[in-house]
């Protein structure tokens, strides 16, 4: 149980580190800028393309230290060789063997020299050579480096473009809210300022300025505007009942001629004439009690 419990928790461990490492990836690939990232390994290769520049210039000054200890160690082995011809032309035989003596250990540490002298030189042609390389890699680096930033550049502005066309991108997400928003606004006190018109006309809102208004004074300005119809419609039936009986004499006369129907037919059915606009009844006025006849009283003939 306590192995099984141990690996379930190691399961589950491996799990949450799975899906952290997956949520941090995501994270850093929106984070990472290609052209930043070109940038940065295109300094890190000029960084060692001078590492190798230093290593060449190191290799180049040990060569040239050991060439200038080779220089002295065979104007030394020279001078020796010199002191031991003198000392035979002395008779001094002993002093040309010391001479010589030197001058073979000068010899052997100028051997050694060489030796190191052409490994260093080889050395260095190698760097060089690398070095020479590493600069043409790191030349063609930077013109890609180059050439793919000035894509990724021109491809996001063309998808900026679009999304700016479209409307999905942020900025013009906003702009359509706030358009959208102002829309809904408007309408709404439109649609408000209709009602308060419609409420103060009615009557049911009062007018601040214009003091309070009681429904009976309502009641008769609708009394009033109603009357004010009426008697306009009125006019308008007296104009067209005095303009109505000449075009009834003459509708008349072409009916006349035209009813008449021909020998060996029967007569046709004539419409009539247009009736004429009948005025709308008016009341009577009321007659003053005064003015009305005495009614008969009983007895009275």
Same mark, same amino acid.
């Given at each position: $149980?306590?192995?099984?419990?141990?690996?379930?928790?190691?399961?589950?461990?491996?799990? @949450?580190?799975?899906?952290?490492?997956?949520?941090? *990836?995501?994270?850093?690939?929106?984070?990472?800028?290609?052209?930043?990232?070109? +940038?940065?390994?295109?300094?890190?290769?000029?960084?060692?393309?001078?590492?190798?520049?230093?290593?060449?210039?190191? @290799?180049?000054?040990?060569?040239?230290? @050991?060439?200038?200890? #080779?220089?002295?160690?065979?104007?030394?082995? *020279?001078?020796?060789?010199?002191?031991?011809?003198? %000392?035979?032309? $002395?008779?001094?035989? +002993?002093?040309?063997?010391?001479?010589?003596?030197?001058?073979?250990?000068?010899?052997?540490q100028l051997n050694d020299l060489q030796a190191q002298y052409a490994q260093l030189q080889a050395e260095e042609e190698k760097l060089t050579v690398a070095s020479q390389r590493l600069q043409s890699k790191v030349d063609a680096f930077r013109t890609r480096k180059e050439t793919i930033k000035a894509t990724?550049?021109?491809?996001?502005? =063309?998808t900026r473009i679009n999304e700016a066309f479209s409307g999905i991108s942020e900025e013009m997400g906003d702009v359509g809210m706030a358009i959208q928003?102002?829309?809904?606004?408007?309408?709404? #006190?439109?649609?408000?300022?209709?009602?308060?018109?419609?409420?103060?006309?009615?009557?049911?809102? /009062? +007018?601040?300025?214009?003091?309070?208004?009681?429904?009976?004074?309502?009641?008769?300005?609708?009394?009033? %505007?109603?009357? /004010?119809?009426? *008697?306009?419609?009125?006019?308008?039936?007296?104009?067209?009942? %005095?303009?109505?009986?000449?075009?009834?004499?003459?509708?008349?006369?072409?009916? *006349?001629?035209?009813?008449?129907?021909? =020998?060996? =037919?029967?007569?046709?059915?004539?419409?009539?004439?247009?009736?004429? %606009?009948?005025?709308?009844?008016?009341?009577?006025?009321?007659?003053?009690?005064? +003015?009305?006849?005495?009614?008969?009283?009983?007895?009275?003939?």
């Amino acid at each position: $149980m306590l192995m099984k419990g141990t690996a379930a928790r190691m399961g589950v461990m491996k799990r @949450v580190s799975l899906v952290f490492k997956a949520k941090a *990836n995501r994270a850093l690939d929106k984070m990472e800028d290609p052209r930043e990232t070109l +940038d940065y390994s295109y300094q890190r290769q000029l960084e060692l393309l001078t590492k190798v520049r230093r290593g060449v210039a190191d @290799v180049a000054t040990s060569r040239k230290r @050991v060439e200038l200890q #080779m220089n002295q160690l065979q104007q030394q082995a *020279n001078k020796l060789e010199d002191q031991a011809r003198k %000392a035979l032309g $002395m008779g001094r035989e +002993d002093l040309a063997r010391n001479a010589l003596e030197r001058k073979a250990s000068a010899q052997g540490q100028l051997n050694d020299l060489q030796a190191q002298y052409a490994q260093l030189q080889a050395e260095e042609e190698k760097l060089t050579v690398a070095s020479q390389r590493l600069q043409s890699k790191v030349d063609a680096f930077r013109t890609r480096k180059e050439t793919i930033k000035a894509t990724y550049t021109a491809a996001e502005a =063309q998808t900026r473009i679009n999304e700016a066309f479209s409307g999905i991108s942020e900025e013009m997400g906003d702009v359509g809210m706030a358009i959208q928003r102002a829309e809904d606004k408007t309408a709404q #006190m439109q649609a408000r300022a209709g009602a308060i018109d419609e409420l103060m006309a009615s009557g049911a809102l /009062d +007018d601040a300025v214009g003091g309070q208004r009681d429904d009976i004074q309502n009641e008769l300005d609708m009394l009033s %505007a109603s009357s /004010d119809v009426e *008697n306009e419609l009125s006019r308008l039936k007296g104009e067209i009942t %005095a303009g109505a009986p000449k075009q009834l004499e003459g509708s008349r006369d072409d009916a *006349n001629g035209s009813n008449q129907a021909p =020998q060996g =037919q029967g007569t046709q059915y004539a419409p009539p004439p247009p009736q004429q %606009a009948q005025q709308a009844p008016t009341q009577p006025a009321s007659i003053p009690a005064s +003015d009305r006849p005495a009614e008969p009283q009983d007895g009275e003939g």
